[in-house]
């Protein structure tokens, strides 16, 4: 893997990588040249939050949840799915021992039943977990406007003005769009979205059409700027205010003097901001330092924008061409460990928003963030709660419906 230039040296520092040259200005402390550091290892000596450790131990389960309970409502005149074909789909769903297994684990969400007339084991939601989807749905028809302005700003941060239609499908979740949001937030706004083909074979382009003005939106990190400047007890500089960001630091982090004092640098380093316009890349060492700034600034927004205030690396490169951000964005997450936290459970990356949350729980929720911790709820309780005859009932149940299944599937092949 190439050497990455552009990395926080006070945060490498501390991380016990040496750095080439012996004169360099103190505020241009990033560019230096990442040797015989792999991104592999560095994303694995990153310092580990417990507090986001702990919530995505539940979280890695609840996007399994969320992805068969989308299986199951895909089919509203009949919402379920038969186990046989959740089986097919275990490997890509994570699924390590199984459809069945899986699903056991959480019967407050899942019901397996036996279906005499297919012959085979089917599963439907509880109605506890009916009620959560219900909620949800609701709390996303309600917030129609909102998710408008996100898909807008979104665009407004692209130089272009538009971004993949594909990109956009990847995070619908995230942003709390409807899955019908081509037909009731695309072309129900068309006055202000519209589709075009790529060059792409049965690719599209999402885009503002012509005209529309998005240069009056404020960046999230400004908000916090004004609330910061107007207390009373603020001690910090405004002329520094004026391009600083939110920092926090896991408990046991220990920073060197030397460490705070390049972060004290960087937040004076003026940027771009993720809706203005940039004439050109300047190449010079403070050029690059403003440009990596802004792409800070840039993924601030767009966790800002997200409903849970965090999302999958994978996610969110897709959109990183568009923005203009030339650096590796799992790497610019590492860089800045006051500002964002990047967790490796669950066979994947994910990126927190730092300043939004608290002890594992946004600061300012919002309805659709109510539904969705509801369900972590259901499946942070697993198989408590229920009766242990019940419970036991359900699984010896569970057992001679998939058994019934394995058999007929063996009568099926013998000879007659």
């Given at each position: 893997m190439s050497n990455r230039v552009c990395i926080k040296k006070g945060l490498l520092t501390l991380m016990g990588v040496r750095f080439v040259g012996k004169h360099e200005h103190p505020t241009r402390f990033f560019m230096c040249v990442r040797s015989k550091t792999s991104s592999a290892q560095y994303v694995a000596s990153r310092f580990r939050d417990p507090t986001f450790e702990k919530l995505m131990d539940n979280y890695k389960n609840l996007v399994k949840v969320s992805a068969i309970q989308d299986l199951i409502l895909a089919n509203p005149k009949n919402p379920s799915v038969s186990i046989d074909f959740l089986s097919k789909l275990s490997q890509k769903l994570h699924l390590n021992r199984g459809a069945t297994a899986f699903l056991r684990k959480f019967p407050h969400i899942f019901h397996i039943y036996y279906d005499p007339s297919k012959l085979k084991p089917f599963c439907r939601l509880t109605d506890a977990a009916l009620d959560v989807s219900r909620q949800e749905a609701v709390a996303i028809n309600a917030s129609l406007p909102v998710v408008v302005e996100r898909l807008f700003r979104i665009?407004?941060?692209?130089?272009?003005?538009?971004?993949?239609?594909?990109?956009?499908?990847?995070?619908?979740?995230?942003?709390?769009?409807?899955?019908?949001?081509?037909?009731?937030?695309?072309?129900?706004?068309?006055?202000?979205?519209?589709?075009?083909?790529?060059?792409?074979?049965?690719?599209?382009?999402?885009?503002?059409?012509?005209?529309v003005c998005s240069n009056g939106f404020r960046a999230a990190v400004e908000d916090w700027r004004v609330v910061e400047c107007c207390k009373e007890d603020c001690s910090?500089?405004?002329?520094?205010?004026?391009?600083?960001?939110?920092?926090?630091?896991?408990?046991?982090?220990?920073?060197?003097?030397?460490?705070?004092?390049?972060?004290?640098?960087?937040?004076?380093?003026?940027?771009?901001?993720?809706?203005?316009?940039?004439?050109?890349?300047?190449?010079?060492?403070?050029?690059?330092?403003?440009?990596?700034?802004?792409?800070?600034?840039?993924?601030?927004?767009?966790?800002s924008l997200t409903v849970e205030k965090?999302?999958?690396?994978?996610?969110?490169?897709?959109?990183?061409?568009?923005?203009?951000?030339?650096?590796?964005?799992?790497?610019?997450?590492?860089?800045?460990?006051?500002?964002?936290?990047?967790?490796?459970?669950g066979k994947r990356h994910t990126v927190f928003l730092r300043e939004a949350y608290e002890r594992g729980c946004l600061i300012e929720p919002n309805p659709v963030y109510d539904a969705r911790r509801r369900l972590l709820d259901l499946v942070v309780l697993g198989r408590r709660g229920l009766p242990a005859a019940n419970s036991k009932l359900q699984d010896r149940s569970s057992c001679n419906e998939v058994g019934q299944e394995e058999n007929q599937q063996r009568h099926d092949l013998l000879p007659s």
């Open positions: 665009l407004s941060m692209s130089a272009s003005r538009m971004v993949p239609l594909r990109a956009v499908f990847k995070v619908w979740k995230e942003l709390g769009l409807p899955d019908d949001f081509e037909n009731s937030v695309i072309s129900a706004n068309s006055g202000v979205f519209q589709l075009r083909d790529a060059h792409e074979p049965n690719t599209h382009l999402l885009k503002l059409v012509d005209g910090v500089d405004r002329m520094e205010m004026q391009f600083s960001f939110k920092h926090g630091y896991p408990p046991g982090m220990r920073l060197s003097k030397n460490f705070k004092a390049k972060v004290k640098e960087w937040q004076r380093l003026p940027y771009v901001g993720p809706y203005e316009m940039v004439s050109e890349k300047k190449k010079s060492k403070a050029g690059i330092m403003a440009m990596e700034k802004r792409a800070v600034s840039i993924v601030h927004e767009f966790l965090m999302v999958e690396v994978e996610k969110i490169s897709q959109f990183r061409k568009w923005f203009g951000i030339d650096l590796n964005v799992r790497d610019l997450f590492l860089d800045h460990p006051g500002i964002f936290y990047l967790s490796t459970k």
